[in-house]
């Protein structure tokens, strides 16, 4: 078994802003913060930086918009042109519709994909779920995890640290690889 990082319990929402204030400033890079509901003013306590998930959403959309109506316009105008009723080859107006669905079906791929990409997604089992203790943070408990691999990781200093800051059953984190 090897060390994960280290685990704080806090009391209440407020503190555990306090706390990833406290973290952030210090210079720790590798923590999170666990609670049982979205905290107001948590991504800038912890000095999160704007997604790019948004830009990658964009770009899937614009990229799914231009091949709709290039391959719609390909297929019409050279590949397979047909005289309808004296319509002219490039009829633009008649491609809306798939352009619009390719764009949406393009985006909600690089959503989903994207998404599990920035969030470092499928893992099954993340180390602070084999403590007994962390169980309580979809009810009633506010949790901050530094990890082993943060540069400034030192497990007294940090453990010393968390209990300055008002942290309580302060635990070390193991990860069963």
């Known amino acids: 078994m090897s060390k994960y990082g280290v685990l704080a319990r806090f ?3 407020q503190s555990l802003v306090h706390a990833a204030e406290k973290v952030r400033d210090e210079g720790f890079v590798n923590f999170d913060c666990h609670s049982p509901f979205p905290i107001h003013g948590m991504d800038d306590a ?4 704007r997604s790019k998930l948004g830009y990658l959403i964009g770009a899937m959309g614009l990229t799914g918009a231009l ?3 290039g391959l719609q316009t390909w ?3 050279i590949e397979y ?3 309808i009723s004296g319509k002219p080859f490039f009829a633009y107006p008649a491609y809306a519709i798939i352009t619009f669905e390719l764009m949406v079906l393009f985006s909600a791929f690089g959503a989903v994909f994207g998404m599990m990409y920035f969030n470092r997604i ?3 089992h993340h180390p602070v779920f084999y403590s007994e203790k962390f169980s309580d943070v979809s009810s009633d408990a506010f949790y901050v995890s530094i990890e082993v691999d943060d540069p400034k990781y030192d497990e007294n200093e940090v453990i010393s ?3 300055n800051l008002g942290g309580t059953e ?3 984190l193991k990860d069963e690889n």
Do not use: A, Q, T
């Open 161 to 163: 640290f968390l209990e």
């Open 81 to 83: 042109p047909m005289n």
């Open 75 to 77: 297929i019409h105008s």
């Open 67 to 69: 091949f709709g109506f």
């Open 170 to 172: 302060i635990e070390v």
């Open 11 to 13: 009391d209440s929402p």
């Open 46 to 49: 912890m000095g999160l930086k």
């Open 122 to 124: 499928p893992r099954f």
